[in-house]
């Protein structure tokens, strides 16, 4: 039996297994058990293919043959047998964002794109504009910018502003790999899109990648017009990390504190959405509180967090903790959403759940009554857990 086919199927293997059941939500084994999962528990039939490939590979080498041929494809079949479990795990999705936003989301999963086009790598339908700078912090303060090919000039749409995840001082943050489905898709339906990057440590601390996201946001008002969009109505979207600064951006409104040198300018948001969001503090510069619970006491903008139930890597608890702390502190619409069998970072694909949370996102944002102040005045259809 060829050793690269039996670690092909090991690791599909334990990608089924972890995603069936993960062994541990915490520590380095809840970061391990996040890594080996994450691609089968969004998309089983993508790591069927990768394993189906494999098999292929092997019989064309001839490495395969009589009784290690049915044994192959036993090990090419038998991890995938939890898939079931899985696709229905998924499917309920659109219940668990329906009850809390409080209106109907449902509609059927785009299948076609699930099964053969689950990697949001293009849209024909969207032109892309990159590398575009909003601030003096080089490459580090730059943006990608998506609206529809066709029409995108028109005017009005809404903006986007999407922040990537990826931590903020191990791992290395890009722009443009999270969330792709999601900027693409509200791009083709005439949004204007944004994905931005912000400084890391060691190079900066707290409070500097705020200040960064505050100054995407003014740069957004100042531009979305000549792209087609309404600077009065900007969501700003983050994935992990990245959904702690837009919270954190959605809690500080306007205090100049974190807007040094352009103290006056309007940072406020219509809306603010964290999906799978590290939550926690940081080390900061001036020992200045780092963490979106230290903010939150002071108001929201509308907010949206999306958590999985079977996240390994971020707190469930944590992400609970914070919606109902900003529900205590905001007459604002707070809707918290778990959702059912999600693992960290499911926003990488295009899948069955990540799907319905784009729907419930688009659900959300058409619901506020975009503001002529700060903050939108509350929707009572929004509010709920």
Same mark, same amino acid.
């Given at each position: ?23 541990? /939500?915490?520590?380095?084994? @809840? ?45 090419? #079949? ?8 899985? *696709?229905?795990?998924?499917?309920? &999705? &659109?219940?668990?964002?329906? %009850? ?17 086009? $689950?990697?949001? *790598? ?15 912090? @080089? ?16 005017? @009005?749409?809404? #903006? ?34 944004? !994905?931005?990057?912000?400084?890391? %440590?060691?190079?900066?601390?707290? $409070? ?26 900007? *969501? ?19 205090? $100049?504190?974190?807007? $040094?040198?352009?103290? %006056? ?7 603010? *959405? ?15 509180? !780092? ?34 702390? &900003? /529900? ?28 319905? #949370? ?28």
């Amino acid at each position: 039996m060829p050793v690269g086919f039996l670690i092909t199927a090991g690791l599909a293997a334990l990608g089924m297994a972890a995603s069936l059941r993960p062994p541990s /939500r915490s520590g380095l084994l @809840g970061l391990a058990t996040w890594i080996v999962s994450a691609i089968t528990n969004e998309s089983p039939f993508l790591a069927f293919y990768w394993m189906g490939a494999s098999t292929l590979l092997a019989l064309s080498q001839g490495d395969l043959r009589g009784a290690q041929l049915w044994v192959a494809l036993g090990l090419t #079949v038998a991890p995938f047998l939890g898939t079931p479990v899985l *696709v229905r795990r998924s499917l309920r &999705a &659109a219940a668990a964002i329906e %009850q809390p936003l409080g209106r109907s989301i449902a509609r059927k999963p785009p299948w076609a794109r699930v099964l053969f086009a $689950p990697l949001p *790598v293009f849209h024909p339908g969207v032109k892309s504009t990159s590398n575009l700078s909003y601030g003096d912090a @080089g490459r580090r303060n730059r943006l990608d910018l998506y609206r529809r090919r066709r029409g995108g000039d028109s005017g @009005g749409g809404p #903006v986007l502003i999407h922040l990537h995840g990826g931590g903020f001082s191990f791992l290395p943050g890009r722009r443009s790999f999270y969330a792709r489905r999601l900027l693409f898709r509200l791009a083709r339906q005439g949004w204007v899109c944004i !994905s931005a990057t912000y400084r890391l %440590q060691p190079a900066a601390s707290f $409070p500097d990648e705020l200040i960064d996201v505050k100054k995407a946001i003014v740069w957004a008002r100042a531009h979305a017009r000549e792209h087609g969009g309404d600077p009065d109505r900007i *969501v700003l979207a983050g994935s992990s990390f990245g959904a702690r600064l837009a919270t954190l951006a959605g809690f500080t409104v306007n205090d $100049p504190a974190f807007q $040094p040198g352009f103290e %006056q300018a309007d940072t406020s948001v219509a809306a603010v *959405v964290g999906l799978y969001g590290y939550y926690g503090g940081i080390a900061s510069r001036r020992s200045l509180p !780092s963490s979106p619970f230290d903010y939150a006491g002071r108001g929201s903008a509308p907010l949206l967090i999306v958590h999985g139930d079977q996240d390994t890597f971020t707190s469930t608890e944590h992400a609970r903790a914070l919606a109902e702390r &900003a /529900r205590s502190a905001t007459p604002n619409p707070v809707v918290y959403v778990e959702l059912p069998g999600a693992q960290h970072s499911f926003d990488l694909l295009s899948s069955i759940r990540f799907e319905a #949370v784009i729907d419930g996102i688009e659900a959300f944002a058409a619901s506020i009554a975009v503001p002529d102040s700060t903050i939108a005045q509350p929707n009572p259809l929004l509010i709920g857990r």
